[in-house]
T-cell receptor, first 111, second 118 residues
Framework: SQKIEQNSEALNIQEGKTATLTCNYT??????LQWYRQDPGRGPVFLLL?????KEKRKERLKVTFDTTLKQSLFHITASQPADSATYLC??????????FGAGTRLFVKA | EAGVAQSPRYKIIEKRQSVAFWCNPI?????LYWYQQILGQGPKLLIQ????????DSQLPKDRFSAERLKGVDSTLKIQPAKLEDSAVYLC????????????????FGPGTRLLVL
């Protein structure tokens, strides 16, 4: 069956360290993969998109990798700050603009 | 530019009652999505419109849920009658749309409507 897995346990890291979040999927062939940030009581906010033919994408302190052989994406936040504390959602883009979301990983950055 | 607007922000109803949610997408966005997000889970697509036509409603419980998008702009989502398990946040999102062949779509989400069914 089709499945998207993100770390269900919260990730706790110290300010200044690099946070790495994982998104694994099975039985999908996504055309692209997106990462969104969601704060409590708010809708998700788009962060980065990476296509199936791309290996890595960067935006400021954010980096995303996409390995279609391993069926995995890694999302990195370097020099993390307490303001980065939020839930991060992985979303697979399939045909017809349909997007399938993972359950998300909660990140806590401690000062 | 103005973001996606949703109303109401909160709604409390009793089971078997009906409820309606409204969404105003970003101006010019062709694609509109309704998601259901249960606490601790990711958003689950209920229905997707391209302009005023339905693209995907495979996960919409059609015996109780209905949605329309008039004139390809605003949209309403209705639940009638509501069940306890419908308690969730209902998110509306829009994207520019118009491309084909698996082109990427960045979705812009509204703040959501938090529904509690008692």
């Amino acid at each position: 069956s089709q499945k998207i897995e993100q770390n269900s346990e919260a990730l706790n890291i110290q300010e200044g360290k690099t946070a790495t979040l994982t998104c694994n999927y099975t039985n999908y062939s996504p055309a692209y993969l997106q990462w969104y940030r969601q704060d409590p009581g708010r809708g998700p906010v788009f962060l980065l998109l990476i296509r199936e033919n791309e290996k890595e994408k960067r935006k400021e302190r954010l980096k995303v990798t996409f390995d279609t052989t391993l069926k995995q994406s890694l999302f990195h936040i370097t020099a993390s700050q307490p303001a980065d504390s939020a839930t991060y959602l992985c979303a697979l883009g399939t045909g017809g603009f349909k997007t399938i979301f993972g359950a998300g990983t909660r990140l806590f950055v401690k000062a | 530019e103005a973001g996606v607007a949703q109303s109401p922000r909160y709604k409390i109803i009793e089971k078997r009652q009906s409820v309606a949610f409204w969404c105003n997408p970003i101006s010019g966005h062709a694609t509109l999505y309704w998601y259901q997000q249960i606490l601790g889970q990711g958003p689950k697509l209920l229905i997707q419109f391209q302009n005023n036509g339905v693209v995907d409603d495979s996960q919409l419980p059609k015996d109780r849920f209905s949605a329309e998008r008039l004139k390809g702009v605003d949209s309403t989502l209705k639940i009638q009658p509501a069940k306890l398990e419908d308690s969730a946040v209902y998110l509306c999102a829009s994207s520019p749309g118009g491309a084909s062949g698996g082109a990427a779509e960045t979705q812009y989400f509204g703040p959501g409507t938090r529904l509690l069914v008692l």
